[in-house]
């Protein structure tokens, strides 16, 4: 019981004795606290930035003067959503997507303020970030540490030595392994010292263990592939080279053949394409701001019939703010029907980009880690339809407004009549119609139970690999 | 498989085959090696001495036939098997990040035994090694340094065989003597020592019988008589013999 533990503190200690892996270990453990550290700092900015931004945009909107309801619709809002508190660790795809949308009458603006788009990301590779780090380099220390666990004691001829003591190639790889775990541990405490600070940022307990599991259970894929290599190489080189390959295949190979597979399979419109589309269909619901467009006679017939009156003058409800209101209604849900149409398209594109988590551990831990850390696709989506519903929401309070307290004549001689002109200013204590935008995000429960599916693949991986070695382990001999 | 040996036998190759990459390095191999016995295997290059050491810790399953130590299966109690033998390998294999006294005590914590730092010194001291060189690390010694230590490993083991594969490779001429009077002694106490060599004149000195091996059979065999070691010429002539062939 104890011989792994003796094993594996020998290993430890020709670790700590030889200086290049000191010098290696440190400067991975450095990068990673540089890493969280100023990611850390980028997402508390991002989050201060937001919230002020929101706080601002509030405050605009609200001290308005008094105004005619319409102008309100277009003046518009902006709506941030800040950073979630795991973004410090894992940012997702935040800095693709924007994180504040202009709402206003009759258009669904996309998400804007994407980080990628600033100058420093232009360069075509996204941050460092420490997600990024554990998933791509992480590896690659791991790679240098433990190549040669079983193989050194082959190479040296050690193995006889430690085989006639008794030991068994089990205990021997048992020992080796856990001097891999060991070395996973120490490298993911930078990792908890993130999720710490995330914690105490707002983060869930539950979530944030679930992060740091993830990320253990997906170096174990890389310890157990590690050590594969090491119980079935002859030589070094050959274990290295491998393992690099691996390492190319899985972290830039699979998932840029992915990601063109799934374009291939799963083809999406292009924004410009979609939106030229969506114009035509806008264009045959009819233009709101002309109660006289044929596309609204049946409400102009109805209203009257309704009130029973011959003209639209006599109506106690101003037709233009009905008509504004059901045009809304009409475009939202053309709107709705093209960006449900595009989210689906960009889900079915993103379920099929992580299916191939089955042949590359790194693209399973991704999801997982985006999906728990609440900076994946799905989060985003989420964010563009609790914007839009309170697009929707204060659109349509406006237009109601209009409909209910201006007068029909005052509207129309606005332009040519100034006393018309101010009878048709509502008062700006009608804008506080506009609720308070608070994202929220996926209930941690909901997040886990998504990550599960991700899990399932790491755990494949393990469990596969561990029998390879169990094989390997068998057959091992001096 | 397994056969009722007599309680004096420490060691018996039966009728032993070991096949290596096609190519047959040990045929009907048997032998016998009795407890407190020096037992030397002796060989040119490529006899199959090495082997055979090799098979009887389980290294190699043989063939055909059966290795058996106290009277245990080798290929059945590979485990146990292990526990009751010290081998020393031909070249000498240990932690080069560690020092002698490191490697004694992981090793042998290893193998189940608890052994104090003086217990580890004594045991390099009296294998030869300066006092000075104990707490150094492997890569600082010299080939016949690190044979000491391999040597003090296997006395510390304190198992009733010791394998030994060319034990004296690398050592100078004292250490050499010192070595031969340390096998007899642990032979006197009462523990088996096969030993392979190709040093006629060193088996001739303690071994109290001689087996000469070639291309993995068994060609001849010597023993001493009471008081008296195997006569150097007759193993001499007989070896030249074997290897001009």
């Given at each position: 019981m104890m011989n792994p533990l003796r094993i594996a503190a020998d290993e430890w200690r020709l670790w700590y004795r030889s200086r290049l892996a000191m010098v290696g270990l440190a400067a991975v453990i450095g990068l990673l606290a540089g890493t969280a550290t100023i990611t850390a700092l980028r997402v508390h900015t991002e989050s201060k930035d937001r919230t002020e931004g929101q706080v601002q945009a509030d405050e605009h909107f609200l001290t308005q003067p008094d105004r005619h309801p319409h102008r309100m619709i277009h003046y518009g809002h902006y709506v941030f959503r800040t950073p979630a508190p795991l973004a410090i660790f894992d940012p997702g795809i935040d800095a693709l997507t924007g994180d504040a949308i202009f709402l206003e009458g009759h258009r669904q603006n996309s998400a804007t303020f994407a980080s990628a788009q600033a100058s420093t990301n232009l360069g075509g590779f996204g941050a460092l970030t420490p997600a990024l780090m554990y998933q791509l380099f992480v590896p690659l220390l791991l790679i240098a540490f433990g190549h040669s666990v079983i193989l050194r004691e082959r190479e040296l001829g050690t193995l006889p030595t430690l085989l006639a003591q008794g030991l068994s190639t089990s205990t021997l790889v048992a020992g080796k392994m856990l001097a891999l775990v060991g070395l996973i541990t120490l490298l993911l405490l930078p990792a908890l010292l993130v999720l710490f600070f995330a914690l105490a940022n707002g983060a869930s307990a539950i979530v944030s263990l679930t992060v740091v599991l993830s990320y253990a259970l997906y170096l174990l894929v890389w310890a157990a592939i590690i050590m594969l290599a090491s119980l079935t190489s002859r030589h070094r080189s050959w274990a290295l080279g491998v393992l690099l390959g691996i390492w190319f295949s899985w972290t830039l190979l699979i998932p840029r053949l992915g990601a063109t597979i799934t374009r291939l399979r799963i083809p999406t419109a292009g924004k410009i394409e979609m939106d030229l589309l969506m114009q035509e269909d806008i264009r045959r619901a009819g233009d709101g701001h002309n109660a006289t467009d044929p596309a609204f006679v049946n409400i102009r017939t109805e209203l009257l019939a309704q009130h029973n009156v011959e003209r639209v003058e006599d109506l106690p409800v101003n037709i233009r703010g009905v008509v504004a209101e059901a045009s809304e209604a009409a475009l939202t849900t053309i709107m709705n029907r093209y960006a449900n149409t595009r989210m689906r398209l960009e889900v079915s594109q993103a379920k099929a980009v992580t299916s191939f988590g089955w042949l590359s551990p790194p693209l399973a831990l991704s999801a997982a880690s985006q999906t728990l850390a609440g900076t994946d696709l799905a989060t985003h989506h989420r964010f563009l339809r609790e914007a839009e519903k309170l697009r929707l929401d204060f659109v349509q309070g406006l237009n109601r407004i209009h409909a209910q307290q201006l007068r029909y004549q005052d509207d129309i001689d606005r332009s040519r009549n100034t006393e018309a002109e101010k009878r048709t200013r509502v008062s700006a204590e009608s804008w506080s119609l506009l609720k308070k935008f608070s994202f929220s995000r996926a209930q941690a429960n909901d997040r886990i139970s998504v990550a599960f599916r991700y899990w399932m693949m790491l755990i494949a991986w393990v469990a596969g690999i561990a029998v390879a070695c169990g094989l390997a382990t068998r057959r091992l001999a001096p | 498989m397994n056969t009722p040996l007599s309680t004096d036998i420490a060691l018996e190759a039966k009728q032993l085959m070991v096949v290596r990459s096609g190519q047959v390095v040990l045929q009907q191999l048997s032998f016998v090696v009795e407890k407190g016995q020096i037992f030397a295997l002796l060989g040119g290059n490529g006899a199959g001495k090495s082997t055979t050491l090799l098979t009887f810790l389980g290294f190699l399953p043989p063939t055909a036939g059966a290795a058996y130590v106290q009277g245990l299966n080798v290929e059945q109690h590979t485990r146990e098997v292990r526990q009751a033998i010290a081998y020393l390998p031909e070249a000498t294999t240990l932690y080069t990040h560690l020092s002698a006294q490191e490697n004694l005590s992981y090793l042998l914590t290893l193998a189940g035994r608890q052994i104090d730092r003086a217990a580890i010194d004594k045991a390099l001291d009296t294998v030869g090694?300066?006092?000075?060189?104990?707490?150094?690390?492997?890569?600082?010694?010299?080939k016949g340094m690190r044979q000491k230590v391999a040597i003090a490993l296997a006395l510390l083991r304190e198992t009733p065989i010791l394998l030994l594969d060319e034990p004296t490779s690398g050592l100078d001429p004292v250490a050499i003597d010192e070595l031969n009077t340390l096998v007899q002694n642990l032979a006197a106490e009462g523990r088996t020592v096969l030993m392979v060599t190709h040093d006629v004149y060193g088996a001739c000195q303690v071994a109290d019988r001689i087996a000469l091996l070639h291309n993995g059979s068994l060609v001849g065999t010597f023993s001493a008589s009471k008081g008296a070691p195997i006569d150097t010429n007759t193993v001499h002539t007989a070896f030249k013999e074997q290897t001009v062939r």
């Open positions: - | 090694l300066p006092t000075r060189a104990h707490a150094q690390r492997l890569d600082a010694y010299s």
